[in-house]
């Protein structure tokens, strides 16, 4: 299980660039103009998971497979998108598809590549854009409250829920907040997720900096980093230029350029990390000499839904699982070292997974 999490903003921030350096490809078009990329790109990228290649080796896997994560470049929105303008609506759409939206600000100063309103401001941009999609969730919902009237006549419970649901997004909307301020009960989430509020996607904001600001960020960022705070959003501070560089050296040449400009780590790292926070996000790992791999589940998952994503069969005969904690299996030279030291747990249908923990499941079939 992976997620979908959509790279959007203005024109000309770096949107295709940093969507270059995530699929180590030059697919999509970082052209000088506004709407180079006219069909939302979409890329697969590994998650990067020091953990993975430690486990491997000690299990001594002949095959090492990352948990993987899609990313979908969709091209540059402009004031007037939620009117049709610059191809609005089709962009609109793209957006409603992913989970998650990284909002790439441009936070560098740079006379040779256009701003689309003629001025470098990244609070400005993300209120631009957080007004067009506001907008738009506000015509959806008057539409959608406008063909529910039938239904609530008829006391359509659904249609009860989802009236409630949507007079709630609207009242915040009205107020000029997104619908993500809302904080919806348990028993409503799965019918607030089906209602793909454009405004209720998880934000991340992307401050593409300068590369002299990669490690430190500078006064622009600094700005939109108060502004994620106000809002409870992510935030990352990137340079897609840097990034884009060190996606095309080898690992060590790419170790030895981090170095020099003064990183601990690729920016896409924490990119990646920090998308795995905003859906809320985490990973479990099984092992053996066929294979190491790494498994993505939502924090909070029960072992027999945590042994679904591998296969149907394996949720629906479950009987138990074998779990080690990630430290335990290194500490312990892996499975058998964790069984003989006691640290091998056998744990039921109510086990919450932990982050890091290595399974095997038994299941009946």
Known sequence: MGFRMGIVGLPNVGKSTLFNALTRTAAAQAANFPFCTIEPNV??????DLRLERIAEIAKSKTVIPARMTFVDIAGLVRGASKGEGLGNQFLANIREVDAIAHVLRSFEDGDIAHVEGRIDPVADAETIDTELMIADMESIERRLSNLARKLKGGDKEALAQDRLLRQALEVLNEGRPARSITVAAEDEKLWGQLQLLTAKPVLYVCNVEEASAASGNSQSARVEALAAQ????????????????AQLPHDEAAMFLDEMGLEEAGLDRLIRAGYTLLGLQTYFTAGPKETRAWTIHRGTLAPQAAGVIHGDFERGFIRAETIAYDDFIACGGEAGARDAGKLRVEGKSYVVHDGDVLHFLFSG
């Open 231 to 246: 809002q409870g959003a992510g935030v990352v501070v990137i340079s897609a230029r840097i990034e884009e560089e060190l």
């Open 43 to 48: 890329g697969e990228v590994a998650v990067p």
